[in-house]
């Protein structure tokens, strides 16, 4: 069974860091894409950031660019999204979901973990 | 970038059938993937590749892309389909690459 199990949320202050992590079992992780998708409260699906399979190439969506940073341990079956200079705009459920290729859908995703910016 | 437009809400009756549209230009030439939403849960995929439905994805549920919409069937509605509903295409002339449509909101009357 595909588990993925975020962790690392929490309230902080603007201007911030905090570091996310995402669990993967179940399946081959290494051989999959991983993304990021934030929600903020009571809005829409907004993805954040994606890794290739190797962790050779990554992207990021505009709003996080320069500020976020993502990657992956392969041998730890795990995903990190490392979140600088936080923003209440930040603010936002943060889920992990995995994809098989560049292009293809989000087959699974974690359950989430909510991170708020606030002074 | 690209933008995906969806209607906020729709309301139906059990037993009959929900229609979602995801307008986009040109979106008949994109894969569109659908997924679904319940309060306080992650989101579920429930059809891929405009049509394809994962294993475990009720038979109820279909798609169809073609010009400038595609949509999202729901046949012999359950109490259980009531959810919040996100297309979401790539565009790799995007940015960001990935899109997610505005959502809509079904109502099981």
């Known amino acids: 069974e595909v588990q993925l199990v975020e962790s690392g949320g929490g309230l902080v202050q603007p201007g911030g860091s905090l570091r996310l992590s995402c669990a993967a079992s179940?399946?081959?992780?290494?051989?999959?894409?991983m993304h990021w998708v934030r929600q903020a409260p009571g809005k829409g699906l907004v993805w954040v950031s994606r890794i290739n399979s190797d962790g050779s190439s990554t992207s990021y969506a505009d709003s996080v660019k320069g500020r976020f940073t993502i990657s992956r341990d392969n041998a730890k079956n795990t995903l990190y999204l490392q979140m600088n200079s936080l923003r209440a705009e930040d603010t936002a459920v943060y889920y992990c979901?995995?994809?098989?290729?560049?292009?293809?859908?989000?087959?699974?995703w974690g359950q989430g973990t909510l991170v708020t910016v606030s002074s | 970038s690209y933008v995906l437009t969806q209607p906020p809400s729709v309301s139906v009756a059990p037993g009959k059938t929900a229609r979602i549209t995801c307008g986009g230009n040109n979106i008949g030439s994109k894969s569109v993937h659908w997924y679904q939403q319940k309060p306080g849960q992650a989101p579920v995929l429930v059809i891929y590749?405009?049509?394809d439905r994962p294993s475990g994805i009720p038979e109820r549920f279909s798609g169809s892309n073609s010009g400038n919409t595609a949509t999202l069937t729901i046949s012999r509605v359950e109490a259980g389909d009531e959810a919040d509903y996100y297309c979401?295409?790539?565009?790799?002339?995007?940015?960001?690459?990935?899109?997610f449509g505005t959502g809509t909101k079904v109502t099981v009357l």
């Open positions: 979401q295409v790539w565009d790799s002339s995007s940015d960001p690459f990935y899109v």
């Open positions: 590749y405009d049509s």
């Open positions: 979901a995995l994809a098989d290729t560049a292009m293809g859908c989000f087959d699974y």
């Open positions: 179940g399946f081959t992780f290494s051989s999959y894409w």
